[in-house]
């Protein structure tokens, strides 16, 4: 039987996606209104949040070596962030 081991209650704002960094001590949440949060995955803490692109934020990815963060956004841009 499956259950929920961990539950994070992190926005009131929807969530659209969601990826982890590599080394797993971090986890990012892309929301409707434009806003990419960091959070520690371990306490659930958000360590900040990052005003990404005008609309939802659509697609988030980490490089393999987590130094980098790939978004996309309804408003049309790719941007790619320092990811430490």
């Not at 982890?20 to 520690?40: E, H, K, L, M, P």
Request: glycine letters at 10%; hydrophobic letters at 40%.
């Amino acid at each position: 039987m499956q259950r929920i081991v961990r539950e994070f209650s992190i926005s009131e704002i929807p969530i659209i996606n969601m990826c982890y960094s590599n080394d797993g001590t971090r986890f990012f949440a892309s929301r409707v209104d434009g806003i990419v949060q960091i959070f520690d995955t371990q306490t659930g803490q958000e360590l900040f949040s990052l005003p990404a692109h005008t609309g939802a934020v659509i697609g988030l990815a980490m490089d393999h070596d987590d130094k980098m963060l790939y978004t996309s956004g309804t408003d049309g841009e790719l941007r790619v962030w320092s990811g430490k």
